[in-house]
T-cell receptor
Framework: AQTVTQSQPEMSVQEAETVTLSCTYD???????LFWYKQPPSRQMILVIR??????QNATENRFSVNFQKAAKSFSLKISDSQLGDTAMYFC?????????????FGQGTILTVHP | ETGVTQSPTHLIKTRGQQVTLRCSSQ?????VSWYQQALGQGPQFIFQ???????GRGNFPPRFSGLQFPNYSSELNVNALELDDSALYLC???????????????FGQGTRLTVV
């Protein structure tokens, strides 16, 4: 079984600044995928970014990028040029390779507040 | 908006009662996963349905059961409701491809269940 840990219950950042959310995981799998999801007050879970464990290059999606440290089992999310719309709960999630896409293991979440 | 719709949006039930939650998957998606998200926590995987068959189950008792219909919509049934069943219930639809992780899981907005 795998576990995902997010040690920051809450974070805040000023608009236009950069913030990093932390995530660590534990698994014995060699093939897996990692994700960051955003859940705004509307409750709908939205995929922000994903990383394939076999890829050394860190994933980037516009203002969002990850720092994937496989040996340390660490997967942090960096949000650059923070916007008010980034205010949400952020979840780190794990998917073991070979399993169906929907069986995700989530962390406890980090509430991010972006202040004007 | 993802095209995944859940009904009802809110529900209040009494302990011991039974409840049915519904999920209409995105067009073309044949896989539906259900998650339970307690307040302030990350979602926990309940089970998944693929082409009308259960395709994996998390650590939930048998009183949590489900169905998937030929049009790939799905129901989550919970019998003998307990106070701890109060949570947001999320469904996610996906369509595993040749490389399963290529297919994003799209989440609905959830059903907020309160058991009193």
């Amino acid at each position: 079984a795998q576990t995902v840990t997010q040690s920051q219950p809450e974070m805040s950042v000023q608009e236009a600044e950069t913030v990093t959310l932390s995530c660590t995981y534990d698994t014995s799998e060699s093939n897996y995928y990692l994700f960051w999801y955003k859940q705004p007050p509307s409750r709908q879970m939205i995929l922000v970014i994903r990383q394939e464990a076999y890829k050394q290059q860190n994933a980037t999606e516009n203002r969002f990028s990850v720092n994937f440290q496989k040996a340390a089992k660490s997967f942090s999310l960096k949000i650059s040029d923070s916007q008010l719309g980034d205010t949400a709960m952020y979840f780190c999630a794990f998917l073991a390779g070979g399993t169906s896409y929907g069986k995700l293991t989530f962390g406890q979440g980090t509430i991010l507040t972006v202040h004007p | 908006e993802t095209g995944v719709t859940q009904s009802p949006t809110h529900l209040i039930k009494t302990r011991g009662q039974q409840v049915t939650l519904r999920c209409s998957s995105q067009s073309g998606h044949n896989t539906v996963s259900w998650y339970q998200q307690a307040l302030g926590q990350g979602p926990q995987f309940i089970f998944q349905y693929y082409r009308e068959e259960e395709n994996g189950r998390g650590n939930f008792p048998p009183r949590f059961s489900g169905l998937q219909f030929p049009n790939y919509s799905s129901e989550l049934n919970v019998n003998a409701l307990e106070l701890d069943d109060s949570a947001l219930y999320l469904c996610a639809s996906s369509r595993p491809g040749q490389r399963r992780w290529d297919t994003e899981a799209f989440f609905g907005q959830g059903t907020r269940l309160t058991v009193v």
